[in-house]
């Protein structure tokens, strides 16, 4: 069964500064996809950004990037210029090619330093 | 585009008593819908996944006779809570797979959330 781990329950930064959550996930399909979702304290979950595994590009998103290493199973969201919105609970989410399930990982709180 | 509405966003009922939650895609359809679980602090918890016009698939030590899902549109299911007892409190999270996945592919858009509170 494919797992996602994010090691780092806890983070914060500085406001204006760029701060990495890290991902790893353990699969043995070469089709997936991966998520960055972020739940800020209204708990609504909004989609941060998506990385299919067959690009080798790393996503963008205006602030939000990802280190996508495939052979390491990696996949770190960069949050450059944090802004106090940015606050909440990151999750990174995986997804095998035609399944149905996300795959959760425990989940990272962020917290913004003023 | 993509939004997804829960109903009630709250509610407290006494135990014994059953409670119905409402998932509803306000501007796609969905093919699949997907109800989770989340305690404090923790990730997200699927529960099942129904697909429109057949019987929902529960997850292992999910209680298929408690929590019963109902999915009887491409743009509404719903979730009830039978019998609900104190230890069924949490925050229920349901998503929605459109139907036309075109760049979309895979993502699942979420719901709100309905904070239930048995007394």
């Known amino acids: 069964a494919q797992t996602v781990t994010q090691s780092q329950p806890e983070m914060s930064v500085q406001e204006a500064e760029t701060v990495t959550l890290s991902c790893t996930y353990d699969?043995?399909?070469?089709?997936?996809?991966l998520f960055w979702y972020k739940q800020p304290p209204s708990r609504q979950m909004i989609l941060v950004i998506r990385q299919e595994a067959y690009k080798q590009q790393n996503a963008t998103e205006n602030r939000f990037s990802v280190n996508f290493q495939k052979a390491a199973k990696s996949f770190s969201l960069k949050i450059s210029d944090s802004q106090l919105g940015d606050a909440a609970m990151y999750f990174c989410a995986y997804i095998n090619g035609g399944a149905q399930k996300l795959v959760f990982g425990q989940g990272t709180r962020l917290t913004i330093n003023p | 585009g993509a939004v997804v509405s829960q109903h009630p966003s709250w509610v407290i009922c006494k135990s014994g008593t059953s409670v119905k939650i409402e998932c509803r895609s306000l501007d796609f359809q969905a093919t699949t819908m997907f109800w989770y679980r989340q305690f404090p602090k923790q990730s997200l918890m699927l529960m099942a996944t129904s697909n429109e016009g057949s019987k929902a698939t529960y997850e292992q030590g999910v209680e298929k006779d408690k929590f019963l899902i109902n999915h009887a549109s491409l743009t509404l299911s719903t979730l009830t809570v039978t019998s609900a007892h104190p230890e069924d409190s949490s925050f229920y999270i349901c998503?929605?797979?459109?139907?036309?996945?075109?760049?979309?592919?895979?993502?699942?858009?979420f719901g709100p959330g309905t904070r239930l509170t048995v007394t």
């Open positions: 998503s929605a797979e459109s139907i036309y996945r075109g760049i979309s592919l895979y993502e699942q858009y």
């Open positions: 699969t043995s399909e070469s089709d997936y996809y």
